[in-house]
Nanobody, 126 residues
Framework: QVQLVQSGGGLVQAGESLRLSCAAS????????MGWFRQAPGKEREFVAT????????FYSDSVAGRATISRDNAKKTVYLQMDSLKPEDTAVYFC???????????????????WGQGTQVTVSS
């Protein structure tokens, strides 16, 4: 079973950037689409970004489109989320996830992801 270990995050000021990383263990990383979600206190987990298994396609939520870049390095079994022009409303725990099925379709629903990272706190101060 795949394990996802996240790194990065922390406290930044509004307007700054940061990069989150998510390293996978186990085989078959390169055949699964990956995603990033986030959860703010008192709110439901929300979709942030997803990337096709070969990196050919990406999709972003409206709230981060134009400020976030999801990428992956299949040789390193790692997926990244670069966040620029951070806002206080980006404050949340961020999770990486592996899509449940090997498919061409990018999905934004959390229940369609079967493996999750441990979460990493991102705090943006104003």
């Amino acid at each position: 079973q795949v394990q996802l270990v996240q790194s990065g995050g922390g406290l930044v000021q509004a307007g700054e950037s940061l990069r989150l990383s998510c390293a996978a263990s186990g085989p078959h990383f390169s055949i699964y689409n990956m995603g990033w979600f986030r959860q703010a206190p008192g709110k439901e987990r929300e979709f942030v970004a997803t990337i096709h298994y070969n990196g050919a396609r990406t999709f972003y939520s409206d709230s981060v489109a134009g400020r976030a870049t999801i990428s992956r390095d299949n040789a390193k079994k790692t997926v990244y989320l670069q966040m620029d022009s951070l806002k206080p409303e980006d404050t949340a725990v961020y999770f990486c996830a592996q899509q449940q099925r090997n498919t061409q379709v990018l999905v934004t629903t959390a229940t369609l992801y079967s493996a999750w990272g441990q979460g990493t706190q991102v705090t943006v101060s104003s």
